[in-house]
């Protein structure tokens, strides 16, 4: 219950193409929802985060959109660009605790 | 500091030994957060501070892994007996307090057991 599915571990997108990445959860006791960027040798870094009780946020060319009943959320990046390639890794926080629960990444290459 | 800094930022070390990780947060941030990276997983959480005291300490896999948080700022995650499982990126992260929704990650110690 405490997993968060994440899919594809994969993909290759050309530019100026959508990608997206799907995460499913089971624990309906998640209430947080972000996104993270790890660039190669870096930290993640937060890139954009949702609560359940909106269906879709957008931040420039990034959107998180979410599916509270069937436990769902993917990001999609439009108008994708090199400087996109990077591993995302969705995540879930539990309402009270302080811990992110993270899935397995995705890298992402956006072919010139 | 400006961001959330960790040392070394690469160690390697015999099967065995005992190893210490630092983590210098970003300053005024009162929660503090060890994950580990191991290749091609996500992230997978090990400790939680809020000041000096660690409210959840579900994560550290064994007993061979422990942390400390002095002053509300420094923390120091110390691995003994390493085995070659342990090998691992170890990252840190920072965040204003309890509640506050964004953590802010370091670089990360990669950790190599040979």
């Known amino acids: 219950q405490q997993q968060v599915k994440q899919s594809p571990q994969s993909l290759i997108v050309q530019k100026g193409g959508i990608s997206i990445i799907n995460c499913a ?34 931040e420039g060319r990034f959107t998180i959109s979410f599916n509270k009943s069937a436990k769902q959320f993917s990001l999609h990046i439009m108008d994708s ?13 539990r309402t009270g605790f302080q811990k992110l629960v993270f899935g397995t990444g995705t890298r992402l290459l956006v072919s010139p | 500091g400006a961001g959330v800094s960790q040392s070394p930022s690469n160690k390697v070390t015999e099967k065995g030994k005992d190893v210490e990780l630092r983590c210098d947060p970003i300053s005024g941030h009162t929660a503090l957060y060890w994950y580990r990276q191991s ?21 550290l896999p064994s007993d061979r892994f422990s942390a400390e948080r002095t002053g509300g700022s420094v ?30 990650f370091g670089q990360g110690t990669r950790l190599t057991v040979v």
Request: proline content about 7%; aromatic content about 14%.
């Open chain 1, 25 to 58: 959860y089971e624990n309906t006791a998640f209430d947080y929802f972000p996104w993270y960027q790890q660039f190669p040798g870096k930290g993640p870094a937060l890139l954009i985060a949702i609560r359940p009780d909106v269906s879709e946020k957008k």
């Open chain 1, 81 to 93: 660009q090199p400087g996109d390639s990077a591993t995302y890794f969705c995540a879930a926080r």
């Open chain 2, 39 to 59: 290749l091609g997983q996500g992230l997978e959480f090990l400790i939680y501070f809020q000041g000096n005291s660690a409210p959840d300490k579900s994560g």
């Open chain 2, 75 to 104: 923390s120091t995650l110390t691995i003994q007996r390493t085995q070659q499982e342990d090998s691992a990126v170890y990252l840190c992260a920072s965040s204003l307090g309890p509640g506050d929704t964004e953590a802010f």
